[in-house]
């Protein structure tokens, strides 16, 4: 079975830090470019950062640029984000995505989210 | 950056009836654009790619048409399990999902 399966969520206070993780299985996830998307609560999707399946391009939302990484360890079969000086507005459900064809045709798998909530 | 708007942001509607949905693009997106549909508590689920290539799983009464920057997708006749929000998303530059629209029971 295809799966994605996020963790790593968790309480954190504004500029802290947090590491989210995502297992793949099913698939041959280093085939695959990935993708992380988030929705605040009662809120639309929003499209966060991609990665390429090599792990050699990335591309970020301008509202999280310079803050939040995106990486993957294909050995692993594992994609991250790391996320850094955290704000209120980070607050949300975040998925992990598998691109359907080179970041051409949208997400065909989603993992089921894991909760980032960003509060002192 | 490419905007996404969709009308009508809700709809009531009814076993059975056709719904159309309509997404428009700030720019010209060629045919990037895919649509989803999420249920509350759920992650989203793709519909259509590519402006009208269905994807695979997805029942025929959903279909997507346009280019450029005016994009509709159609239910050709409402299903108990349609009732959901439906998201229009670019992936041409980067990706920006549209704000959504809610279909609920009439």
């Known amino acids: 079975e295809v799966q994605l399966v996020e963790s790593g969520g968790g309480l954190v206070q504004p500029g802290g830090s947090l590491r989210l993780s995502c297992a793949a299985s099913g698939f041959t996830f280093s085939s695959y470019w990935m993708h992380w998307v988030r929705q605040a609560p009662g809120k639309g999707l929003v499209w966060v950062s991609r990665?390429?399946?090599?792990?050699?391009?990335?591309s970020y939302a301008d509202s999280v640029k310079g803050r939040f990484t995106i990486s993957r360890d294909n050995a692993k079969n594992t994609l991250y984000l790391q996320m850094n000086s955290l704000r209120a507005e980070d607050t949300a459900v975040y998925y992990c995505?598998?691109?359907?064809?080179?970041?051409?045709?949208?997400?065909?798998?989603w993992g089921q989210g894991t909760t980032v909530t960003v509060s002192s | 950056d490419i905007q996404m708007t969709q009308s009508p942001s809700s709809l009531s509607a009814s076993v059975g009836d056709r719904v159309t949905i309509t997404c428009r693009a700030s720019?010209?997106?060629?045919?990037?654009l895919n649509w989803y549909q999420q249920k509350p508590g759920k992650a989203p689920k793709l519909l259509i790619y590519a402006a009208s290539s269905l994807q695979s799983g997805v029942p025929s009464r959903f279909s997507g048409s346009g280019s450029g920057t005016d994009f509709t997708l159609t239910i050709s006749s409402l299903q108990p399990e349609d009732f959901a929000t439906y998201y229009c998303q670019q992936s041409y530059s980067p990706f920006t999902f549209g704000p959504g629209t809610k279909v609920d029971i009439k």
């Open positions: 995505a598998r691109d359907l064809a080179a970041s051409l045709y949208g997400m065909d798998v």
């Open positions: 990665i390429n399946s090599d792990g050699s391009s990335t």
């Open positions: 720019q010209s997106i060629s045919s990037y």
